[in-house]
Each structure stands twice: as structure tokens, then as C-alpha cells.
């Protein structure tokens, strides 16, 4: 099995051209304020960002992050996102893959879940 690189960046970052390779952005909305262009996203599969739903529970103080992994975890469980996580797995296997967020820390959010579903 060749080995996944996958990273997590904040998609206002300026791209990264030697490192990136497909840029995928997985949050549901469009970034406030960023040009198309500008973000030379590749990929944007909406069944793998957190449902509107959970979106709305967990920023309205809903509950914390463990639970909020759990929920996002059982999505990415259902049948809307396997087919979309078994193409982003192989676009990882073929070169390096960035996942793209809005978020102020990638690190610690819906981006580092997802990421750790596409890594072995």
C-alpha cells in the first residue's frame, strides 16, 4: 500500500504549488471573502463536510468536540460519503492531498477528523 500524504491547511493560505498537490476544499460554504481563482481549489465534495445540521449544533453550543466527532464521524459513515471517501483516498495514494478549511485551526476541527478517515 503506498503511503497517503495528506495535509491540512486554511484555504486562505497562499497555495502551495510543490506541495499541495489536489487541493480539496471541505467546508460546506464557500469561504467569505476569496476569490475562486484565488483559492485554486481542485475538489469541493460537499457529502464530506459536516451536515448543516451538526454545523448549526455544534457553533450554537450544542456540546463539545468528542461528541461532535462522534456525529460527524457516524455522517461520514453513511452512504452519501463512502463513494466520495474512497475518491479522495486514491487521489491521496496517487500524490499528496490538501484539505482545505476556513477554519482558524485546521488542527482541531472537522478537517483533522476527515483527514485521519483518509490516512491508514
Not at 456525529?71 to 482545505?100: I, S
Request: glycine share 8%.
Amino acid at each position: 500500500m503506498t503511503r497517503r500524504v495528506v495535509r491540512l491547511r486554511r484555504v486562505y493560505d497562499p497555495p502551495d504549488p510543490a506541495a499541495d498537490g489536489v487541493r480539496v476544499l471541505v467546508d460546506r460554504l464557500w469561504p467569505r471573502g476569496l476569490a475562486k481563482a484565488v483559492a485554486a481549489v481542485d475538489e469541493w465534495p460537499k457529502e464530506l463536510t459536516p451536515s448543516t445540521e451538526l454545523r448549526r449544533w455544534f457553533h450554537g453550543g450544542g456540546g463539545g468536540f468528542e461528541e461532535f466527532r462522534e456525529r460527524y464521524e457516524a455522517e461520514l459513515a453513511g452512504a452519501g460519503a463512502v463513494a466520495a471517501l474512497e475518491r479522495l483516498r486514491a487521489l491521496a495514494e496517487a500524490g499528496p492531498l490538501t484539505l482545505l478549511t476556513a477554519v482558524k485551526d485546521p488542527k482541531t476541527s472537522h478537517a483533522a477528523i476527515l483527514a485521519a478517515h483518509l490516512t491508514p
